[in-house]
């Protein structure tokens, strides 16, 4: 009994030097395939309204295969007496014999949900959809929302911002007009007052929504004003008469 108390407290000893205990205490550590990250253009419309696009996928995906293999491995620790009195801590792995599988390539469409006001950079996961490894959990697969350009609208944050072409006319006296936005609804734009060339004028809550919220940007609009190629003597003496 006292001999088997000692070896107790000796092998105690050494776990306290060497680190660890048994296999009962060593901590199981999972694997895990690799992440794959996808870049994904969204359009503004889809960015603005909410959406869905569906992306072609391909992955490996694991088969069975013919044959055995290794497999559950873990390491064992256990102590050797070396001497009267003396231990030696050994680790010895030790490994289970599974069926073979082998890795094929397959390809599907992912449908992957856009939702309103998500901003650049933002991801939407698909939990362990990535890379599989054998003996492990996969990796996960994640799209990474990028705004594809744009013809009309440019967006910074949570703002829009786009730019008018008025005539000269219109610049000077004012005018009537519309533009569409992107869920096509109508943007009164009309003004009375002179408008200047370069001119920005701001559109509240006419932006970019909020990703999770009800709030939303502000759209910037610059004027551009188009002048004439030329003049005839009579209608620039009538500009003179008028301005001057």
Same mark, same amino acid.
């Given at each position: @009994?006292?001999?088997?108390?000692?070896?107790?407290?000796?092998?105690?000893? #050494?776990?306290s030097?060497? =680190?660890?205990?048994?296999? +009962?205490?060593?901590?199981?550590?999972i694997?895990? =395939?690799?992440?794959?990250?996808?870049?994904?253009?969204?359009?503004?419309?889809?960015?603005? @309204?909410?959406?869905?696009? /569906?992306?072609?996928?391909?992955?490996?995906?694991?088969?069975p295969?013919?044959?055995?293999?290794?497999?559950n491995?873990?390491?064992?620790?256990?102590?050797?007496?070396i001497g009267?009195?003396? #231990?030696?801590q050994?680790? +010895?792995?030790?490994? %289970?014999?599974?069926?073979?599988? /082998?890795?094929?390539? !397959?390809?599907?469409?992912?449908?992957?949900?856009? !939702? /309103?006001? @998500?901003?650049?950079?933002? %991801?939407?996961?698909?939990? !362990?959809?990535? !890379?599989?490894?054998?003996? =492990? %959990?996969?990796g996960?697969?994640?799209?990474?929302?990028?705004?594809?350009?744009?013809?009309?609208?440019?967006? +910074?944050?949570?703002? *829009?911002?786009?730019?008018?072409?008025?005539?000269?006319?219109?610049?000077?006296?004012?005018?009537?007009?519309?533009?569409k936005?992107?869920?096509?609804? *109508?943007?009164?734009i009309?003004?009375?007052?002179?408008?200047?060339?370069? +001119?920005?004028?701001?559109?509240?809550g006419?932006?970019?929504?909020?990703?999770?919220?009800?709030?939303?940007?502000d759209?910037?609009?610059?004027?551009?004003?188009?002048?004439?190629?030329?003049?005839?003597?009579?209608?620039?003496? @009538?500009?003179?008469?008028?301005? =001057?």
């Amino acid at each position: @009994m006292k001999q088997w108390c000692l070896l107790v407290l000796i092998s105690r000893v #050494f776990c306290s030097f060497f =680190g660890g205990g048994g296999a +009962e205490e060593e901590e199981e550590r999972i694997v895990k =395939g690799d992440d794959v990250i996808v870049e994904l253009d969204a359009t503004l419309e889809d960015l603005y @309204m909410g959406g869905s696009l /569906k992306v072609w996928r391909e992955k490996n995906i694991l088969k069975p295969a013919p044959g055995k293999r290794r497999c559950n491995c873990r390491n064992e620790v256990y102590h050797r007496q070396i001497g009267p009195g003396m #231990f030696q801590q050994v680790t +010895e792995q030790v490994c %289970e014999q599974c069926p073979n599988v /082998k890795y094929e390539r !397959e390809g599907y469409f992912v449908t992957v949900d856009i !939702e /309103k006001g @998500m901003q650049d950079g933002q %991801e939407v996961l698909f939990y !362990e959809d990535g !890379e599989p490894i054998i003996d =492990g %959990e996969p990796g996960d697969l994640r799209f990474r929302i990028r705004t594809a350009p744009h013809d009309r609208f440019r967006r +910074e944050g949570n703002n *829009l911002y786009t730019t008018i072409t008025i005539t000269l006319v219109q610049a000077l006296v004012g005018f009537e007009k519309t533009i569409k936005h992107l869920d096509e609804h *109508l943007v009164d734009i009309s003004t009375k007052a002179v408008t200047k060339p370069k +001119e920005v004028k701001k559109f509240i809550g006419e932006g970019m929504p909020l990703h999770v919220s009800s709030k939303k940007g502000d759209l910037f609009l610059t004027f551009e004003v188009l002048f004439p190629k030329s003049l005839t003597d009579d209608q620039k003496l @009538m500009i003179k008469e008028i301005l =001057g």
